[in-house]
């Protein structure tokens, strides 16, 4: 990367004072508006970026600069691999991210983020839904509480009749905001329309009429203010959902028109959405940072431990071999599985729900890779926890039980989950025993149950893919399954295992260890498929051998754990 005078001068302040926090925030600082006044200048110009972004791949990706490390060429070496030849998500590098956001915004990619939008708008009308379901049931519970037999001589027939009634009524009210709304944006209304409105109208007023009615039966005054409180809820709820379901009508206008109009977009307007793109990773980045108290620098400086794509896929495979359900969640059904972006910067990673990615800053703070994909992860599963599951099954917890403070939970959580991920995983006891337990029933895999790769598990392959896959992998093994490749009997012992064939999936490990005998978790296969047909002295040899070659790991403490079991039995 050519420097001008200004920039080598920041170079040389920092280099000065490698520990001062004016220098190295100038020295981020370059790496930024070196990009953007770059890129602005080609879009300016109406020229492609690639030319740029191929020269300068290391400094755009990495921030590496040669007068900053004196090991660059050696950084270069390390930093090769393709980002792309990861399965389980999709992971660019920042250059990968500017060519494509810029592509987007060329071709008009209003109308892909419009249908994103509605897609957030559906999802989000969802959990409205939910929640009106949620609370009429709470209404009905609360009603038939106090208004049952014991508390009155309404019978219980008649009063589930009224309760039925008070949902009816929810609809005529939603019915009724819904036109009320359609009225005062000056929509015309036939007369049919209108008459139909007015009969609508005095229908409800029956039935709210004959809400009060059950209230006023309610001797207890904070239960019947309760009653009001999930009325008026109800409501709010309603004006949300309508408000949203006119926004996607809007917006489904509005794709229409961009389908029509596909006007030439300015060079200007190019430069200012994509520096805006920038300037929005840009942000994020430096809240990665900011969160730890530190100043962030996007430029690769003297002994910073990086990111390297091996080592990213590494991290993601460590998270979903020990958290093996955190991509099993509604939003992955509607927006997929998050992306990954690796950008120059330091700090921990970072979830952005807005566009459904992982901002994974190059530098983790100090060489804590595991810990700062796992703060990221931790984020996603708050963010898809639509229900609040997990966080209201980790208050109960006797250490959680006097926080009232969601913030601080989630603080708690969130250290708990990075310990998880990298010294209960290694097998160091840091947890308390109540947060350990919790842990393995709310995130790790089943003890019970023999290790599978993400590509395998059941949730993450549908029906028809798996009976593909097993047809397909017997069809190649055959009857002689020892002369065919190990991966192809790895894979059948599992698939054969989630059947149900245990006496099928016990040949095929058997017959992988014999010709590998490194495969570290085909031993631990061994033990629980062992265990499944009641062959002990295999299932102890399995385990045995996976716990003296994998000593220090959680795995190797359940392997021990069922050795005790089996030895007892």
């Given at each position: 990367?050519?420097?001008d005078?200004?920039s ?6 920092f280099?000065?004072e ?5 220098a190295?925030?100038a020295?981020g600082?370059l790496?930024w508006?070196t990009?953007?006044?770059r ?10 970026i690639?030319e740029?972004?191929?020269?300068e ?5 990495f921030?590496l ?5 004196e090991?660059?060429d ?13 399965p389980h998500?999709?992971?660019r590098?920042f250059s990968?991210?500017?060519?494509e ?13 419009l249908?994103?939008d509605?897609?957030r708008?559906?999802i ?8 009106i379901?949620?609370t009429?049931?709470s209404?009905?519970?609360?009603i038939?509480t106090h208004l049952g037999?014991g ?11 009224q309760?039925?009634?008070?949902t009816?009524?929810d ?5 009724s905001?819904k036109?009320?709304k ?15 409105f007015?009969?609508?109208e ?6 709210q ?5 059950l209230?006023?039966?309610i001797?207890g005054?904070?239960e ?5 409180n999930i009325?008026n809820?109800i409501?709010?709820?309603?004006s949300?959902?309508i ?8 917006m ?5 028109e961009?389908?029509e ?21 840009r942000d ?6 900011r969160?730890l108290?530190i100043e962030s ?6 002994k ?5 794509i091996?080592?990213?896929?590494a ?8 958290d093996?359900?955190?991509f099993?969640?509604?939003?992955v059904?509607y927006?997929?599985k998050?992306?990954v972006l ?6 921990n ?16 703070p ?6 700062s994909?796992?703060?990221a ?5 708050f963010d898809?926890?639509?229900d609040k599951?997990?966080?209201n ?5 006797p250490?959680n ?9 989630k603080?708690?959580?969130?250290k ?5 991920m990298?010294s209960?995983?290694k097998?160091y ?9 919790w ?5 790790a ?6 290790f599978?790769?993400p590509e395998y598990?059941q949730f993450n392959?549908?029906t028809?893919?798996?009976?593909s896959l ?15 490749p190990a991966?192809?009997r790895w894979?059948a012992?599992i698939?054969n295992?989630?059947?149900g064939?245990?006496?099928?999936a016990?040949?095929h490990?058997?017959?992988l260890?014999?010709?590998?005998s490194?495969?570290l978790?085909?031993y631990?296969n061994l033990g ?5 047909i009641?062959?002990?002295q ?5 385990f ?6 994998n000593?220090?790991?959680w795995w ?8 005790r079991?089996?030895q007892m039995?």
């Amino acid at each position: 990367m050519q420097l001008d005078d200004s920039s080598r001068q920041v170079v040389q302040n920092f280099m000065a004072e490698p520990t001062d926090a004016r220098a190295t925030y100038a020295l981020g600082a370059l790496y930024w508006s070196t990009v953007t006044s770059r890129i602005g200048a080609l879009l300016q110009e109406k020229k492609d970026i690639r030319e740029f972004v191929d020269a300068e791949r290391e400094f755009v990706n990495f921030g590496l600069l040669n007068e900053v490390r004196e090991d660059a060429d050696a950084v270069r070496l390390t930093l090769t691999g393709d980002a792309g030849s990861y399965p389980h998500l999709r992971i660019r590098v920042f250059s990968e991210w500017l060519i494509e956001t810029i592509e987007e915004i060329v071709e008009g990619n209003q109308k892909e983020l419009l249908e994103q939008d509605i897609k957030r708008a559906r999802i989000q009308i969802e959990r409205f839904n939910k929640e009106i379901a949620s609370t009429q049931e709470s209404r009905k519970e609360l009603i038939l509480t106090h208004l049952g037999e014991g508390g009155s001589s309404v019978p219980s027939g008649a009063l589930l009749a009224q309760v039925a009634r008070l949902t009816q009524g929810d609809q005529l009210l939603f019915d009724s905001l819904k036109t009320k709304k359609a009225i005062a944006k000056g929509v015309f209304f036939s007369v049919e329309q209108r008459r139909a409105f007015v009969g609508r109208e005095n229908q409800l007023q029956k039935a709210q009429a004959q809400c009060e009615g059950l209230v006023s039966r309610i001797q207890g005054k904070d239960e019947r203010a309760a009653l009001h409180n999930i009325e008026n809820r109800i409501s709010e709820i309603f004006s949300k959902i309508i408000a949203l379901e006119d926004s996607i009508v809007r917006m489904e206008k509005r794709i229409e028109e961009i389908k029509e109009k596909q006007d030439t977009i300015s060079p200007a307007e190019v430069e200012s959405r994509a520096l805006r793109a920038i300037e929005y990773v840009r942000d994020l980045v430096k809240l990665c940072a900011r969160r730890l108290r530190i100043e962030s620098c996007a430029i690769l400086r003297p002994k910073d431990p990086f990111f390297t794509i091996q080592e990213l896929c590494a991290c993601f495979d460590r998270i979903q071999e020990f958290d093996p359900r955190v991509f099993c969640n509604e939003r992955v059904n509607y927006l997929g599985k998050p992306s990954v972006l690796l950008v120059p910067g330091n700090g921990n990673a970072i979830y952005d729900w807005k566009n459904n990615e992982f901002i994974v800053p190059l530098v983790p703070p100090g060489g804590d890779f595991v810990g700062s994909i796992a703060s990221a992860i931790i984020e996603y599963r708050f963010d898809v926890d639509d229900d609040k599951k997990l966080l209201n099954s980790y208050m109960k917890l006797p250490e959680n039980r006097g926080v009232k403070s969601i913030y601080r939970l989630k603080k708690q959580l969130t250290k708990d989950y990075v310990s998880w991920m990298t010294s209960e995983y290694k097998g160091y006891r840091v947890l308390s025993k109540d947060a350990k337990k919790w842990f393995e029933h709310e995130i790790a895999p089943s003890r019970k149950d023999i290790f599978c790769p993400p590509e395998y598990q059941q949730f993450n392959i549908s029906t028809k893919e798996f009976r593909s896959l097993l047809e397909n992998v017997e069809s190649r093994l055959g009857e002689e399954a020892s002369e065919h490749p190990a991966e192809d009997r790895w894979i059948a012992s599992i698939l054969n295992y989630q059947q149900g064939k245990f006496e099928r999936a016990f040949e095929h490990i058997q017959s992988l260890l014999e010709d590998d005998s490194q495969h570290l978790f085909g031993y631990y296969n061994l033990g629980h498929i062992g265990m499944k047909i009641s062959r002990k002295q295999d299932a102890i040899r399995g385990f045995s051998e996976f716990s003296k070659r994998n000593p220090q790991s959680w795995w190797a403490g359940v392997a021990r754990d069922h050795i005790r079991r089996l030895q007892m039995s």
